[in-house]
């Protein structure tokens, strides 16, 4: 006789979510993911205070940056992993629009529970959403300029973005100081968007607009004592390899003496051991060496009676960036001199930033590398300052690269929105839905946008709406006045690379969480008492 109860086939701890359970489960964690992060949208965004705790306690980080923000949260459920895992790679690939991307693919999925609500098949509202996908593209792409082949239109332009870029952040008090400094920095690397030549260096004290640019490179160290602090025509052996003379070099060694003159014998062969290692460095064609490593006293004071500059601790992100500024090269053995490459520069010489003290070199072979000081009141304005110039710096490159570029404001929301609408209503069956649908979740952009400057949305973002049924294609969001306002005019310009990049990864999330119809949780690993004798 068969028993008709239910056969469970998984584990004892395993769980499964079924069909309409499983979906509400996606939906509901992507939109709390949404929710989250939509009040720092817009100019007038608020900020997040992250509280570290365990490794990180007490930390605190003051930001609106959507990546950091959801990088430092941990999230329990699939599809808010999905969109905390696209939130970094739009990070990393473009730089900004982290908060938007995040945005746009939780109101997509809103506005896809609603569709499902009508009995619309999955299936069926994701071929609607491709499809609006390709025509938001396609409006965004007719819609966007090209300067590239006039430099002060072009130079303009990426100022107006990093303008754009900063009046979301903890800069936006001081946008025209940072967008210039910004501007000035990307535009010294030549094209070539190489932002490892564009170092930041954080030196608490003064106020925002205390901080600079300076041409050449800064290293936050200082040189062995009775060494020279100034030098010309440097030439630099960049090195990763130990200078301390008081560890034995096999792991685990023991060495048994009978008396204390065996000591002296030890301490006096490792110290032939450490000189040889000095005489072969300075066989190098060089006067400066900086390594990676700690630089004991014996070592040190081998240096300075040979007139040689040496630089210790100099962190892996510091000498990699050195070699790549200098040409030189990162070595540890150091038996070939004529095999090494070693860096060069016209001048190291010490300078005074507040109450540090950094080693600056000048004239760099990589005539695009500069470093950016940035100066503030504390840890936590400066760490947010360093973070939204980051993301400036990373959109302006970017904009270098692809140099088409669109107007802000909610502007290409409502033109790719307004693009879906009139195909939508072209498209028979329930396709059209979905693609009313993703128009909708677009015009939701520019309505948090108003809502978080407290402003009336359903109001401005009509009036939008209406402007952009009209054919006038440049009208968005004047959120300093909380009106409509011309964005030529008001010279808020976005990239083009950033926009194309967050509808397409929204809709792509989007798609994925909407595919989802089963949650599969394994069971997790139990671990067994070893009962073995010791």
């Known amino acids: ?259 204390v003159a065996k000591v002296a014998e030890i301490e006096l062969a490792e110290k032939e051991k450490m000189k040889e290692k000095v005489d072969m460095i300075c066989k190098h064609d060089m006067n400066v060496f900086i390594n990676r490593q700690l630089i004991y006293n014996y070592p040190e004071q081998l240096f300075a009676d040979r007139g040689v500059m040496a630089i210790e601790h100099a962190d892996f992100d510091g000498i990699e960036r050195l070699a790549l500024v200098t040409g030189g090269e990162i070595v540890s053995t150091f038996g070939n001199p004529e095999l090494v490459k070693i860096g060069k520069c016209d001048l190291i010489e010490q300078i005074q930033i507040g109450e540090e003290t950094l080693l600056k070199f000048s004239g760099v072979p990589l005539g695009e590398a500069c470093s950016v000081v940035l100066r503030g009141a504390t840890e936590q304005i400066i760490g947010e300052a360093d973070r939204s110039l980051h993301d400036a710096l990373c959109v302006l490159t970017s904009t270098v690269k692809e140099p088409r570029t669109v107007y802000g404001g909610g502007c290409s929301e409502m033109v790719m929105a307004e693009a879906i609408s009139k195909e939508a209503a072209k498209t028979p069956g329930k396709e059209s839905h979905a693609m009313e649908s993703f128009a909708a979740a677009l015009r939701q952009l520019p309505s948090i946008i108003a809502e978080n400057g407290g402003y009336d949305s359903a109001q401005l973002v009509s009036e939008l709406k209406a402007l952009h049924a009209l054919g006038k294609n440049t009208q968005g969001l004047d959120m300093y006045q909380g009106q409509v306002g011309d964005m030529v005019e008001l010279g808020i310009t976005e990239s083009y690379s950033v926009k194309r990049q967050v509808v397409i990864q929204a809709a792509e999330a989007a798609e994925m969480i909407l595919r989802v119809d089963d949650i599969l949780k394994a069971a997790p690993r139990k671990r067994e008492q070893d009962r073995s004798h010791c």
């Open 1 to 259: 006789m068969v028993s008709l109860n239910p056969v469970r086939i998984l584990k004892q701890e395993a769980d499964e979510e079924k069909a309409e359970v499983a979906r509400l489960s996606s939906f509901v964690g992507a939109m709390a993911i949404g929710d989250l992060v939509k009040s720092t949208l817009g100019p007038k965004g608020m900020d997040k205070i992250l509280w570290g705790v365990g490794r990180n306690e007490g930390v605190v980080e003051v930001t609106n940056d959507g990546a950091t923000i959801l990088r430092a949260v941990g999230v329990d459920n699939p599809a808010a992993k999905v969109l905390v895992e696209m939130s970094r790679v739009q990070d990393d690939e473009v730089g900004d629009g982290t908060t938007s991307v995040t945005v746009l693919a939780s109101e997509l999925i809103r506005e896809a529970e609603r569709l499902v609500d009508m009995r619309i098949h999955p299936q069926t509202i994701i071929a609607g959403y491709r499809k609006a996908t390709e025509i938001a593209r396609k409006a965004l792409e007719d819609a966007a300029i090209d300067h590239s082949t006039d430099p002060a239109k072009f130079r303009e332009d990426l100022m107006n973005i990093a303008r754009t870029t900063l009046s979301s952040k903890i800069l936006s008090q001081h946008k025209d100081f940072f967008s210039n400094l910004a501007v000035e920095a990307v535009l010294r690397l030549k094209g070539s968007g190489n932002l490892d030549a564009i170092q930041i260096i954080k030196i608490q004290g003064g106020h925002l607009e205390d901080s600079f640019l300076d041409q050449g490179f800064l290293l936050n160290k200082k040189p062995g004592m009775h060494q020279p602090k100034r030098v010309e025509n440097a030439k630099i052996l960049i090195a990763n390899t130990p200078m301390d003379t008081d560890k034995i070099k096999v792991f685990g060694s023991r060495v048994k003496v009978d008396n």
